[in-house]
């Protein structure tokens, strides 16, 4: 963190489309739009067939967009040096300022900087800071990526003798932290410092303090290394995320003026992986439980919004997720802060492929010239973060064999592809030299510890084989397969003494509120990578019965990471739906099945599989699914339960029979001919009754139902309430077929941020003040506007009592 800096955000204007003339000072861009960043341009599109990104990219557009913000600084700024520094920007950001060309950066998902300083007008006169964002050339990512500046910008202003963004390298080693500290001096002349460094702890309290002197030769930049001793540190884990700030001071010897002032956020946490035994942190046997994410945030896109991320987290914090795999690029600075607070292991992720292609204008494009700098850049901006555990160099690269071919393939084939073996001409042979593709793999793994040996590295790979050229380098710390379940049991065979972790499992497929059954009919779709797949419903089943070719069912990987204790743990592929890749389907569906929880951030079934099995001191009870059907229908009821040794059913208070978990099923299962009424599940332990549940049949639908996340929310301008609109019938029940289409009004403090629903053959636009209720649910995300108050929302359809609700801001 850097105290230094002020968020750059506000005060930009926008226009869609070229105009290589906007970099100029003199440019008139009065006719432009209005923003405040970060902004994603392509949520704000329509879905089409036609847009280049495909449905791979979520059917939404891309192109070419100008950025422009006008600005004066602070007077008694000679002196100083004057910084941008950009979190991220999708993709080929060029930037300007005055005119003058500082750079640009490919890669949509690395944080870069600028130094403006030389091309600023003096202080309080104006200038003019322009950006063109380039996302024309698509596909050029497996999911939706966005377009725009959809992360946080800052500007920081400094001494000349500083320390730079990402200065600082904290280390812990039992009570002690050793500090590596980077001082820049950009004077003309040598200068003699005095660094102060303290530790901070939670309830702002000093706890340690190490002060040393160090000369500064001009134009250069030195490290400082110290080390400080803390007395009984308050241990970092997933339960209690205790962190200390480091304060580093830079003092100038001569005058005694302090010169910067730099914190860093750290903890003292000790991890292991076992090639035998597993996982253990700060010494206690655990299991790494979860989850890959996306960066989108459903309606908003992807733009960065803390309280969006917020809410990501708690609802998988509460489902017992203790572990984040950032899939598969650089996160959002955010994100690592606030896994960091709630107590979240991450497996931080560089690349998505290497030099060799998976769609037609990738990242591949720029690896060669750039794959230095941004692993790089990655490491050394995260290595500070206690949450993250392990660096992962790239994801299903197809470099693991000696020559794919799926740089041929349209980008829905290569994406099946990827998961299918290959022959074994293309892997590595006993005994043979090193391939091109292996010494990539050792190059990057070696860059990462050249800046950071505290950390274990590792690569999704999804060729198990021990001729993968990634893993005949012998560059990884940590074997990690995506899928081919098979394998895992030969892991200890075929890789002797190394770790091993599932990085990318499950790949299960679900829509919620919808239930095929029979529930015991496995579907695998598609059947084949080759093989046209369709199916009428466009949907999938919620009773953890459908699932990819190269995939289980969440239950099936669950008892592999139980049932072998040198499995370190697993990522569910995935935690939340995402933008894109809809697989099993092509359009319409623009967006993924693979979510544990829906697009709009509503828990699918299994959702309470994972709480009952990963949360164990919650008491779990869930009865699916809903009880509107046919009369007569034979419908399969399932339970998730734990804390009990049996769940009894009753339909209109008569017994339908007592079912138990078994070593090969983790849920309760009855079949039972619907009629209407009420189905109850009571569970027992010891035959005393620990929870019960209710499913009732509901009526027409009569009203609609309002539900805020929070009742109050900060009126800084970003923060958000996600507001659960639900179609009830006249006693409340939600009517799971209900379709209406519901239309909301935010009037007051805040303003209609997105709306959704969850459904991901849906073509509504996300920003609009509609939205149809999928199988009863809809979604209003309303942010605050920056003023102090009350928003009112209403919402109404037709033919139901409408309803409205106050949510403060302050």
Same mark, same amino acid.
């Given at each position: 963190?850097?105290?230094?800096?002020?968020?750059?955000?506000?005060?930009?204007?926008?226009?869609?489309?070229?105009?290589?003339?906007?970099?100029?000072?003199?440019?008139?861009?009065?006719?432009?739009?209005?923003?405040?960043?970060?902004?994603?341009?392509?949520?704000?599109?329509?879905?089409?067939?036609?847009?280049?990104?495909?449905t791979?990219?979520?059917?939404?557009?891309?192109?070419?967009?100008?950025?422009?913000?006008?600005?004066?600084?602070?007077?008694?700024?000679?002196?100083?040096?004057?910084?941008?520094?950009?979190?991220?920007?999708?993709?080929?950001?060029?930037?300007?300022?005055?005119?003058?060309?500082l750079?640009t950066?490919?890669?949509?998902?690395?944080?870069?900087?600028?130094?403006?300083t030389?091309?600023?007008?003096?202080?309080?006169?104006?200038?003019?800071?322009?950006?063109?964002?380039?996302?024309?050339?698509?596909?050029?990512?497996?999911?939706?990526?966005?377009?725009?500046?959809?992360? +946080? !910008?800052?500007?920081?202003?400094?001494?000349? /003798?500083?320390? *730079?963004?990402?200065? #600082?390298? %904290?280390? @812990?080693?039992?009570?002690?932290?050793n500090?590596?500290?980077?001082?820049?001096?950009?004077?003309?002349?040598?200068?003699?410092?005095?660094?102060v460094?303290?530790?901070?702890?939670?309830?702002?309290?000093?706890?340690?303090?190490?002060?040393?002197?160090?000369?500064?030769?001009?134009?250069?930049?030195?490290?400082?290394?110290?080390?400080? +001793? !803390?007395?009984?540190?308050?241990l970092?884990? /997933?339960?209690? *995320?205790?962190?200390? #700030?480091? %304060?580093? @001071?830079?003092?100038d010897?001569?005058?005694?003026?302090?010169?910067?002032?730099?914190?860093?956020?750290?903890g003292?946490?000790?991890?292991?992986?076992?090639?035998?035994?597993?996982?253990?942190?700060?010494?206690?046997?655990?299991?790494?439980?979860?989850?890959?994410?996306?960066?989108?945030?459903?309606?908003?896109?992807?733009?960065?919004?803390?309280?969006?991320?917020?809410?990501?987290?708690?609802?998988?914090?509460?489902?017992?997720?203790?572990?984040?795999?950032?899939?598969?690029?650089?996160?959002?600075?955010?994100?690592?802060?606030?896994?960091?607070?709630?107590?979240?292991?991450?497996?931080?992720?560089?690349?998505?492929?290497?030099?060799?292609?998976?769609?037609?204008?990738?990242?591949?494009?720029?690896?060669?010239?750039?794959?230095?700098?941004?692993l790089?850049?990655?490491?050394?901006r995260?290595?500070n973060?206690p949450?993250?555990?392990?660096?992962?160099?790239?994801?299903?690269?197809?470099?693991?064999?000696?020559?794919?071919?799926?740089?041929?393939?349209?980008?829905?084939?290569?994406?099946?592809?990827?998961?299918?073996?290959?022959?074994?001409?293309?892997?590595?042979?006993?005994?043979?030299?090193?391939?091109?593709?292996?010494?990539?793999?050792?190059?990057?793994?070696?860059?990462?510890?050249?800046?950071?040996?505290?950390?274990?590295?590792?690569?999704?790979c999804?060729?198990?084989?021990?001729?993968?050229?990634?893993f005949r380098?012998?560059?990884?710390?940590?074997?990690?397969?995506?899928?081919?379940?098979?394998?895992?049991?030969?892991?200890?065979?075929?890789?002797?003494?190394?770790?091993?972790?599932?990085?990318?499992?499950?790949?299960?497929?679900?829509?919620?509120?919808?239930?095929?059954?029979?529930?015991?009919?496995?579907?695998?779709?598609?059947?084949?990578?080759?093989?046209?797949f369709?199916?009428?419903?466009?949907?999938?089943?919620?009773?953890?019965?459908?699932?990819?070719?190269?995939?289980?069912t969440?239950?099936?990987?669950?008892?592999?990471?139980?049932?072998?204790?040198?499995?370190?743990?697993?990522?569910?592929w995935?935690?939340?739906?995402?933008?894109?890749?809809?697989?099993?389907?092509?359009?319409?569906?623009?967006?993924?099945?693979?979510?544990?929880?829906?697009?709009?951030?509503?828990?699918?079934?299994?959702?309470?599989?994972?709480?009952?099995?990963?949360?164990?001191?919650?008491?779990?009870?869930?009865?699916?699914?809903?009880?509107?059907?046919?009369?007569?229908?034979?419908v399969?009821?399932?339970?998730?339960?734990n804390?009990?040794?049996?769940?009894?059913?009753?339909?209109?208070?008569?017994?339908?029979?007592?079912?138990?978990?078994?070593?090969?099923?983790?849920?309760?299962?009855?079949?039972?001919?619907?009629?209407?009424?009420?189905?109850?599940?009571?569970?027992?332990?010891?035959?005393?009754?620990i929870?019960?549940?209710?499913v009732?049949?509901?009526?027409l639908?009569?009203?609609?139902?309002?539900?805020?996340?929070?009742?109050?929310?900060?009126?800084?301008?970003?923060?958000?309430?996600?507001?659960?609109?639900?179609?009830?019938?006249?006693?409340?029940?939600v009517?799971?077929?209900?379709t209406?289409?519901?239309?909301?009004?935010?009037?007051?403090?805040?303003f209609?941020?997105?709306?959704?629903?969850?459904?991901?053959?849906?073509?509504?636009?996300?920003?609009?003040?509609?939205?149809?209720?999928?199988?009863?649910?809809?979604?209003?995300?309303?942010?605050?506007?920056?003023?102090?108050?009350?928003?009112?929302?209403?919402?109404?359809?037709?033919?139901?009592?409408?309803?409205?609700?106050?949510?403060?801001?302050?």
């Amino acid at each position: 963190m850097d105290l230094r800096v002020r968020n750059f955000n506000s005060g930009w204007k926008f226009c869609l489309g070229d105009s290589p003339e906007a970099k100029e000072t003199t440019y008139d861009d009065s006719g432009w739009r209005a923003l405040s960043l970060p902004h994603d341009w392509a949520i704000e599109g329509s879905f089409s067939l036609d847009n280049p990104s495909g449905t791979g990219g979520g059917a939404l557009p891309g192109g070419i967009g100008w950025y422009r913000k006008t600005f004066r600084l602070p007077e008694n700024i000679a002196g100083k040096r004057v910084f941008v520094d950009f979190d991220g920007a999708y993709m080929n950001a060029s930037v300007f300022v005055n005119g003058t060309f500082l750079g640009t950066r490919p890669y949509g998902y690395a944080s870069f900087s600028y130094d403006m300083t030389g091309c600023l007008s003096a202080g309080g006169s104006e200038s003019v800071i322009a950006v063109r964002i380039d996302n024309a050339e698509q596909p050029n990512s497996r999911w939706y990526s966005g377009c725009g500046i959809y992360r +946080n !910008v800052w500007l920081r202003i400094v001494d000349e /003798v500083h320390i *730079p963004k990402d200065g #600082t390298f %904290v280390m @812990s080693e039992g009570s002690m932290l050793n500090v590596e500290t980077n001082i820049e001096n950009l004077s003309q002349k040598n200068r003699k410092v005095r660094l102060v460094t303290t530790v901070i702890d939670a309830g702002g309290k000093e706890v340690a303090s190490v002060s040393s002197g160090k000369k500064l030769p001009k134009g250069k930049c030195t490290v400082a290394k110290q080390s400080v +001793n !803390v007395r009984n540190p308050k241990l970092w884990d /997933v339960d209690s *995320p205790n962190l200390y #700030t480091v %304060v580093s @001071s830079v003092i100038d010897s001569k005058t005694g003026k302090t010169l910067d002032t730099y914190t860093t956020t750290t903890g003292f946490r000790t991890f292991r992986f076992d090639a035998v035994k597993g996982f253990s942190l700060n010494g206690k046997a655990m299991k790494i439980n979860g989850v890959c994410m996306h960066h989108d945030a459903g309606a908003l896109g992807a733009v960065v919004n803390t309280a969006a991320i917020t809410r990501q987290l708690r609802m998988l914090k509460d489902m017992g997720c203790n572990a984040i795999r950032c899939t598969h690029n650089p996160p959002a600075p955010e994100l690592l802060d606030l896994c960091d607070r709630m107590g979240f292991l991450v497996m931080d992720e560089s690349f998505d492929m290497w030099r060799k292609r998976k769609s037609a204008h990738d990242y591949s494009r720029y690896f060669d010239e750039w794959h230095e700098r941004d692993l790089d850049d990655l490491v050394r901006r995260d290595r500070n973060h206690p949450s993250v555990i392990m660096w992962s160099i790239g994801n299903e690269v197809l470099e693991q064999w000696s020559d794919a071919k799926a740089d041929t393939l349209s980008l829905a084939e290569a994406n099946l592809i990827l998961n299918f073996g290959h022959s074994k001409d293309q892997l590595a042979g006993e005994g043979e030299e090193m391939s091109v593709n292996s010494l990539i793999t050792a190059k990057l793994a070696n860059r990462v510890r050249a800046l950071d040996t505290t950390r274990p590295i590792t690569a999704g790979c999804n060729e198990p084989n021990p001729g993968n050229h990634l893993f005949r380098s012998n560059a990884l710390d940590i074997i990690g397969f995506n899928y081919h379940d098979d394998w895992f049991k030969d892991v200890p065979k075929n890789f002797p003494g190394k770790p091993f972790n599932i990085t990318e499992s499950v790949s299960a497929l679900m829509t919620r509120g919808y239930y095929r059954m029979p529930a015991d009919t496995m579907f695998v779709w598609p059947e084949r990578w080759d093989k046209p797949f369709f199916d009428s419903s466009l949907s999938c089943s919620s009773y953890d019965n459908c699932h990819v070719p190269w995939g289980n069912t969440h239950e099936g990987t669950m008892k592999h990471v139980r049932d072998n204790e040198f499995i370190t743990g697993q990522f569910v592929w995935t935690g939340f739906d995402y933008l894109g890749e809809p697989t099993p389907y092509g359009w319409p569906a623009r967006s993924s099945y693979f979510g544990i929880i829906d697009l709009a951030g509503f828990p699918k079934d299994v959702y309470y599989l994972y709480q009952s099995e990963w949360q164990r001191e919650k008491t779990v009870l869930h009865l699916f699914p809903h009880w509107n059907w046919e009369e007569g229908r034979e419908v399969d009821v399932w339970a998730y339960y734990n804390n009990a040794d049996e769940v009894e059913l009753f339909l209109n208070g008569a017994s339908q029979g007592i079912s138990r978990k078994t070593d090969d099923r983790l849920h309760a299962a009855w079949k039972v001919r619907f009629e209407p009424g009420t189905l109850t599940a009571v569970s027992r332990k010891d035959g005393v009754e620990i929870a019960r549940k209710e499913v009732r049949t509901a009526g027409l639908p009569h009203h609609l139902r309002l539900t805020p996340d929070r009742a109050e929310i900060a009126a800084d301008g970003t923060d958000l309430c996600y507001i659960t609109a639900e179609v009830v019938d006249k006693d409340g029940m939600v009517c799971p077929w209900a379709t209406d289409k519901i239309t909301f009004s935010v009037e007051g403090t805040a303003f209609n941020a997105g709306v959704d629903n969850g459904s991901p053959i849906s073509h509504e636009p996300f920003k609009a003040d509609s939205r149809k209720a999928f199988y009863g649910k809809a979604l209003l995300i309303v942010q605050s506007n920056g003023s102090e108050g009350v928003c009112k929302i209403k919402a109404s359809a037709p033919g139901l009592e409408s309803v409205g609700i106050n949510i403060k801001t302050k």
